[in-house]
C-alpha cells in the first residue's frame, strides 16, 4: 500500500477488517439474537469490540477523517451495549422472579405495605360506621357504576341474589372466562396506577388505598345490617384476599417511590426515586401476577363456588399461600445472574 | 461498571445543555453518547402508538370474522382472547420490545434510538418494567379518562385533564436529558445508536494530482473544522459547490490554477495535503480547531 502516505489511512487499512467483521457480527446478533452467534463467534465479539475500542481511541488522537471517528464511535456503543447488555434468557429471567425478585421486592417494602393495609382498614372501618349510622353515607363512598342492585334501600332477597347467582346461571357460565379476563385487565389498571401516582410524595397512591377500603365497607355495611355478614364475607374474600394484597402491594410500591422523592437521604432526588422505582417495579410486576390469579378467582371460582363455607376456604388457602410464598424466610439465590464481562 | 459523569460524584455538576453524554466504558474509553431529541421521542412514540392501533383494529376484525365463522358460539373464548390480547398489546408491547438485544420498540428502531441506563450499567428488567408502568399515568390515564367520560364532564375536568396531560408530555423538554418521568423513575434515558456506514477514506484515492505541492503558509490557512467541511464536500461532490469551493480556497491561499487543473483534482490534493499537515500537527498533540485558532 506505498499510494497510502497518511498515517491515518495506513492505520484504517490494517484495521478495517475487524470492523467489518464487528459489524457483520453485531447486526446479526441484534436482528435476530445472541443464540444466532456460533461459540467462536460469541468469543471473537469482546475481542473484536476491545479492539474497535482501541481503535477509537487511536482515530480520536490521530485521525481527522470526520466519517471514520463518527463510525468507530457508534460501531463501539453498538458492540458496548451487546457486551455489557442483558444476558439472560427471557426464561431465565421469569424463573429468578419468581423464585427470589419479587418475594424479596415484597419483604424490603414491609413498612410500606403495613401502612397501605392500615390506611385500607382505617377505610373499611371509617365508612362501615358512617354507613350504619346514616345509609346516605353509601351513596358518596360508591361508584354508580359498582352499586348494581346493592344499595341501601335493596331488600334482602335481591342482595342474596346478588351474592349466590342462581336464575341466569346458564347464561352467566358461558361468559365466565370473559368476565375474568375484564376483571384481570381492570384492575390491573387500578394497581398500575397506585403505583404511578406514588410518584407525587405517595399522596394520592394513599387516598386511592384509603378510598379503596371505604368503598369496601360501605358494601360491607350495607350487607351486615341485612343480615348476610357471613355470605358477603366468602362473596367478598374468594378473590379478595388476592385483590386486596395486590392492591396494598401496589399502594406500598407506589408510596416506595414517593418516600424516595420525599426523603432522598444522601442521594439526589432523582437517584434515589430511581433506585427505589426500579425496586418497586418488581414488586408491581409481581401485583399484576396476583391481580391475575385474582381475575380468575373473581370471575371463575365465585360463579362456579357458590357453597359460602368453600369460599371461605379457599380464600383461607389462599391468604396462606400469599403469606408464605413472599414472607417466608429463604435461602439467597446462588449467584448473581452472569458476570459482567 | 462503566460510569456516566452524572452519577460518579455525590454532587454532580449540572448535564451540559449539549445532548451529548459522557459514558466511560470499563475500558476506560469515553462513548460521547449522544441523547435524543424530544422530537425523535415523540415520534417515535407516535409510531409505536399507530403500530398498536393497527394491531388492535387487524385484531378486531379477525375476531369478528371468527365470531361469524363460529355462529356465536365461540363468542366466550373470542372475547377472552381479545381482552387479553388488548392488554398485552397496552401494557407489555413497549416491555417485551426493551427487553430484547436491541433495547428498543420498533418505533424508536425505526428511528435509531435505544433505551440506556442512566449510570452506564446494565439495562435491567425491573427498569424497563418501571419506565413502562409509568406511561399508565402518563399517556393512557388522562387518555381513558378523557374519551370514556367525554360526553358526561364539565369543561373544567376536561381542561384539567388536558393540563394533567400536557405535564406529562412536556415533561421531557423541561430537563437536560430530556427525561419523561419513566425514564426519572426508571434510572433510564434514550440514547442514538445510529448503524453508520465506514465510508470510503477520502485520502486514499489513487493519486494522480501529485503535481500540486501547497506551500507551509498554504496548508497553515484552514484548521480541522474546515478541513471536515471540505470532506463532506468531497463526499457529496455537488459539481457546483465544489467549483464555488475551489475558488474559494485558491483565492484564500493565493493559488493560481494551471492549464487542465481541474476543480475536483485541486480540492483533492489539497485535502490530502491539509490532512496531512494537521494530523502531523496533532501527533505533536496540537489539535488547531479551526481557521480562527492560531495558538
Not at chain 1, 5 to 20: Q, T
Not at chain 1, 284 to 313: N, P
Not at chain 2, 48 to 61: P, Y
Amino acid at each position: 500500500m506505498a499510494e497510502l502516505r497518511l498515517k491515518s489511512s495506513r492505520f484504517r487499512a490494517e484495521r478495517e477488517a475487524d470492523w467489518l467483521k464487528l459489524e457483520k457480527l453485531l447486526t446479526r446478533a441484534e436482528t435476530r439474537s445472541a443464540s444466532a452467534l456460533s461459540d467462536d463467534e460469541l468469543i471473537a465479539l469482546p475481542v473484536l469490540y476491545r479492539s474497535a475500542l482501541s481503535s477509537l481511541s487511536v482515530a480520536r488522537a490521530t485521525s481527522l477523517d470526520g466519517n471514520l471517528v463518527d463510525y468507530l464511535e457508534s460501531l463501539s456503543a453498538r458492540a458496548y451495549f451487546f457486551v455489557y447488555g442483558t444476558r439472560t434468557s427471557l426464561v431465565g429471567r421469569i424463573g429468578r422472579f419468581f423464585a427470589h425478585d419479587w418475594p424479596a421486592a415484597a419483604r424490603s417494602t414491609w413498612r410500606e405495605t403495613l401502612v397501605c393495609a392500615a390506611l385500607m382498614l382505617m377505610g373499611i372501618v371509617l365508612a362501615y360506621v358512617m354507613v350504619n349510622q346514616d345509609p346516605a353515607w353509601f351513596q358518596s363512598f360508591v361508584p354508580g357504576q359498582l352499586v348494581e342492585g346493592r344499595g341501601p334501600d335493596a331488600s334482602t332477597e335481591q342482595l342474596r341474589q346478588t351474592l349466590f347467582d342462581t336464575h341466569h346461571q346458564n347464561t352467566a357460565q358461558a361468559m365466565l372466562p370473559a368476565f375474568a379476563t375484564f376483571l384481570f385487565t381492570n384492575n390491573a389498571g387500578v394497581g398500575l396506577m397506585a403505583f404511578a401516582l406514588g410518584f407525587a410524595f405517595g399522596l394520592p397512591t394513599a387516598i386511592l388505598e384509603f378510598y379503596n377500603g371505604c368503598t369496601l365497607g360501605a358494601f360491607l355495611a350495607v350487607f351486615i345490617s341485612h343480615g348476610l355478614g357471613y355470605e358477603a364475607g366468602g362473596w367478598l374474600m374468594i378473590h379478595g384476599v388476592t385483590e386486596l394484597t395486590a392492591t396494598v402491594l401496589a399502594g406500598a410500591a407506589g408510596m416506595k417511590i414517593g418516600w424516595a422523592v420525599a426523603f432522598p437521604g444522601d442521594r439526589t432526588r432523582l437517584d434515589a426515586a430511581a433506585a427505589e422505582g426500579r425496586k418497586a417495579a418488581t414488586l408491581m410486576a409481581g401485583v399484576l401476577v396476583m391481580l391475575f390469579c385474582a381475575g380468575i378467582l373473581e370471575g371463575i371460582g365465585r360463579q362456579m363456588i357458590q357453597d359460602t363455607v368453600v369460599r371461605y376456604a379457599i380464600a383461607a388457602t389462599t391468604g396462606v399461600f400469599w403469606l408464605v410464598y413472599l414472607y417466608a424466610p429463604r435461602r439467597a439465590p446462588k449467584a448473581m445472574e452472569g458476570g459482567r464481562g | 461498571m462503566a460510569k456516566a459523569k452524572t452519577a460518579a460524584s455525590p454532587k454532580p455538576a449540572k448535564p451540559p445543555a449539549t445532548l451529548e453524554r459522557e459514558l466511560i466504558t470499563p475500558e476506560g474509553v469515553d462513548l460521547r453518547l449522544r441523547l435524543a431529541e424530544a422530537s425523535e421521542r415523540a415520534s417515535a412514540f407516535l409510531l409505536d402508538a399507530a403500530i398498536i392501533v393497527g394491531v388492535l383494529v387487524a385484531m378486531t376484525i379477525v375476531m369478528l370474522l371468527a365470531l361469524l365463522a363460529t355462529k356465536g358460539h365461540g363468542g366466550s373464548a373470542i372475547a377472552v382472547l381479545w381482552l387479553f390480547g388488548s392488554f398485552v398489546l397496552r401494557n407489555l408491547y413497549f416491555i417485551l420490545f426493551e427487553l430484547t438485544p436491541k433495547a428498543a420498540t420498533p418505533g424508536k428502531r425505526i428511528l435509531g434510538l435505544r433505551v440506556a441506563a442512566r449510570n452506564g450499567g446494565r439495562l435491567t428488567a425491573d427498569a424497563i418494567f418501571g419506565r413502562n408502568a409509568m406511561r399508565e399515568l402518563e399517556v393512557f390515564l388522562p387518555l381513558s379518562f378523557l374519551f370514556a367520560h367525554a360526553q358526561d364532564i364539565d369543561a373544567v375536568i376536561a381542561l384539567a385533564g388536558a393540563a394533567w396531560c400536557a405535564v406529562f408530555v412536556f415533561f421531557p423538554l423541561f430537563n437536560r436529558d430530556r427525561l419523561r418521568v419513566g425514564d426519572l423513575v426508571a434510572g433510564t434515558w434514550v440514547v442514538k445508536t445510529p448503524k453508520l456506514k465506514l465510508l470510503r477514506d477520502m485520502a486514499s484515492r489513487p493519486d494522480d494530482t501529485r503535481g500540486l505541492v501547497f506551500s507551509a503558509a498554504q496548508l497553515d490557512a484552514y484548521g480541522v473544522k474546515e478541513l471536515q467541511v471540505l470532506e463532506q464536500v468531497l463526499r457529496r461532490y455537488d459539481a457546483k459547490v465544489v467549483a464555488a469551493v475551489a475558488a474559494r480556497i485558491r483565492g484564500k491561499i493565493g493559488w493560481t490554477a494551471s492549464d487542465g487543473e481541474g476543480d475536483g483534482d485541486f480540492l483533492d490534493a489539497y485535502y490530502r495535503a491539509l490532512r496531512g499537515r494537521l494530523e502531523g500537527r496533532l501527533l505533536f498533540g496540537r489539535r488547531r480547531k479551526d481557521k480562527h485558532d492560531q495558538g
